[in-house]
């Protein structure tokens, strides 16, 4: 399983547009739970040469109408023609979860070329975000955290994950693909795991009002929020700020996170506090049935 593992990983690192880039695509723990988990069906086209021109997989979660079943998708630049053998693999392996199952399609190296195919093929693209990564060993230029007046940040606990989570209600509940989740639920996503750090997580109060939060896990800043009510008064530039200095302190060299396209907001104050943009990462999805033939 290394050998092949090896394979796609090099696969995955030809793929990426950026060479110096960076993405979830070329991790390896990534691709081994995409690529190699329990019940995962995967397939290798090769290259005379030896390398992969393309590979994809595809799991199974649940069955019935709260299955889903989730594919993932590479190609090397140059070798799109595969696409036409893949895309049949793929369909034969979703066609047993019937009509009304959900498939969605895990992109973390999104490009121009696979949104069209998959929209070929019936997919919608439901979500699309930057990937961006900011060095934290470069200090000179890092700008000091500057609270606004009436600011008391509280470091995470139970009254901080309170307080959060009203203001991700506030900040988020009107855009698109907002997931709705209770409280037990966003705190699990977003907590849930051992690669949740607390020491970089903060809640920010204005006036004794919940106004904003950071959320960080190892080398990730998972999730910023401000209100409405107490944006453009530069909350959010001090709440990652505060997040990248903690960081920083506790040792992590490239703080990275994911930023939607439709949050135009939060991409110029990531861009200003010197957040460079590394890819694209996706999501797209349909019920079973093809909406389109894909006989080869």
């Not at 086209?45 to 109408?65: K, M, R, Y």
């Not at 994911?258 to 907001?265: D, I, L, S």
Request: charged letters at 25%; a negative charge; glycine letters at 10%.
């Amino acid at each position: 399983m290394a050998s092949e593992l090896a394979r796609i990983l090099e696969l995955a690192q030809a793929q990426l547009p950026d060479p110096a880039g960076w993405s979830l695509v070329v991790d390896p723990s990534w691709l081994d739970r995409l690529y190699f988990g329990p019940g995962v069906s995967r397939m290798a086209q090769a290259l005379p040469t030896g390398e992969l021109g393309g590979s994809a997989a595809v799991s199974l979660d649940g069955s019935g109408d709260g299955g889903v079943i989730t594919v993932t998708s590479m190609l090397r630049p140059g070798f799109e023609d595969l696409w036409t053998t893949q895309r049949a693999w793929i369909e034969r392996q979703i066609a047993d979860g019937g009509s009304t199952i959900r498939v969605r399609v895990v992109s973390e190296c999104l490009t121009d070329g696979e949104t069209g195919r998959w929209a070929a093929a019936g997919f919608d693209l439901v979500l699309e975000e930057l990937a961006l990564e900011r060095d934290l060993s470069d200090t000179e230029g890092s700008p000091e955290v500057r609270w606004p007046a009436g600011s008391t940040v509280l470091d995470w606990s139970d009254s901080a994950a309170a307080a959060s989570f009203e203001v991700c209600e506030a900040a988020f509940r009107d855009r698109p693909g907002f997931p709705g989740w209770s409280r037990s639920e966003w705190l699990e996503r977003l907590t849930g795991d051992a690669d949740f750090v607390p020491e970089t997580s903060v809640c920010a109060l204005l006036d004794g009002v919940p106004a904003g939060f950071v959320i960080c896990s190892r080398g990730w800043v998972d999730q910023v929020g401000v209100a409405p009510a107490h944006r453009r008064i530069g909350l959010a530039t001090a709440l990652v700020t505060e997040a990248t200095c903690r960081m920083r302190a506790a040792g992590t060299r490239v703080a990275r996170l994911h930023v939607n396209v439709n949050n135009p907001e939060a991409r110029t104050t990531w861009r200003h506090l010197g957040w460079r943009e590394s890819g694209r990462r996706g999501r797209f999805e349909r019920l079973g049935t093809p909406k389109v033939d894909c006989t080869v």
